[in-house]
């Protein structure tokens, strides 16, 4: 393995980690619409959003995760906020925060902001 | 259709493989993007506009960014009766009205508001390949064509050859 691929992996690995207690917003470039009760995101890339690779689709639970990040709340917080509007297990919660984080971070379609605590 | 997030979990988020919209959503989509000045690469559909812009060509719609001349351009715009999102070519334009019209087609969309002109096609792809897209004197001539009915003529003039073609391959196919 080359250095540039070791020093890929490693920060890849790095973007990837998602801390409950750090805080995530959504980066400002892509277009993000409510089309019939869905989510449509579209990254955009050089001032260009690509309706033929990229476009994603956030069903309605997934699209409560994504009003969360406000660039103010921890996951931790936002987790609290779901287990109360869809009364569900606060572990299980956050173990689906977790992995949408991921994936959206996988995607740059969120930033971290800091780390509260 | 790829789904990312296990479907086990209730909080999903697919990736679209093959994204299949509705008129509707995709001017929702193209009026958002365009309001914050990006542009959209999109497929379209129909042959409205042959030859220039064909069926399943992929187009980049831009904003107009304060251009004021429309004249000869092929423009997203909004259908004032149908409301629906047409890509045609602007034929004339005046003080706060344009004429539009498809290229291949012999009627006018009528008079239509500027202000339902969202964007104007500034890049076409063909099978993977990008195509020179009038933008230059190739406006003006593909104006001059759209005008003088030129590619309708000769669109109509394919669409019944083809047909004569294909009913004589049935005729002689009947006969054997």
């Keep these: 393995m080359t250095?540039?691929?070791?020093?890929?992996?490693?920060?890849?690995?790095?973007?990837?980690?998602?801390?409950?207690?750090?805080?995530?917003?959504?980066?400002?470039?892509?277009?993000?619409?409510?089309?019939?009760?869905?989510?449509i995101i579209i990254p955009i890339a050089s001032g260009l959003g690509d309706l033929e690779s990229e476009i994603f689709r956030l069903n309605e639970t997934g699209r409560a995760i994504w009003d969360k990040f406000d660039g103010k709340r921890t996951l931790k917080e936002i987790a609290k906020d779901l287990s109360l509007d869809f009364k569900g297990c606060p572990e299980d919660i956050e173990k689906d925060i977790t992995e949408i984080t991921e994936e959206l971070l996988k995607r740059r379609m969120l930033i971290e902001v800091n780390n509260k605590l | 259709m790829k789904s990312i997030i296990n479907s086990n979990s209730d909080f999903s988020i697919v990736q679209e493989e093959e994204f299949s919209i509705s008129n509707r959503a995709l001017l929702e989509l193209l009026q958002e993007t365009l309001s914050k000045g990006y542009s959209l690469r999109l497929r379209v559909r129909g042959f409205s506009m042959f030859p220039c812009i064909r069926d399943n060509d992929i187009v980049t719609v831009s904003p107009l960014n304060g251009c004021t001349s429309y004249l000869g351009l092929a423009v997203a715009f909004i259908h004032p009766h149908t409301t629906k999102l047409v890509i045609h070519r602007v034929i004339e334009q005046h003080e706060d009205i344009a004429i539009i019209k498809g290229d291949s087609v012999f009627c006018i969309d009528g008079l239509i508001p500027l202000k339902n002109i969202l964007g104007a096609v500034t890049k076409?792809?063909?099978?993977?390949?990008?195509?020179?897209?009038?933008?230059?004197?190739?406006r003006t001539v593909a104006l001059f064509f759209n005008k003088t009915n030129v590619f309708s003529v000769l669109f109509y003039a394919g669409m019944r050859f083809s047909r004569v073609i294909r009913q004589a391959i049935n005729l002689s196919s009947l006969h054997e």
């Design chain 2, 124 to 138: 076409l792809e063909r099978n993977n390949k990008p195509m020179r897209f009038g933008m230059g004197i190739g």
């Design chain 1, 3 to 39: 250095s540039i691929e070791k020093d890929t992996k490693i920060i890849s690995s790095m973007e990837l980690k998602v801390d409950l207690n750090s805080v995530y917003l959504p980066v400002r470039d892509l277009i993000a619409k409510d089309i019939q009760g869905e989510l």
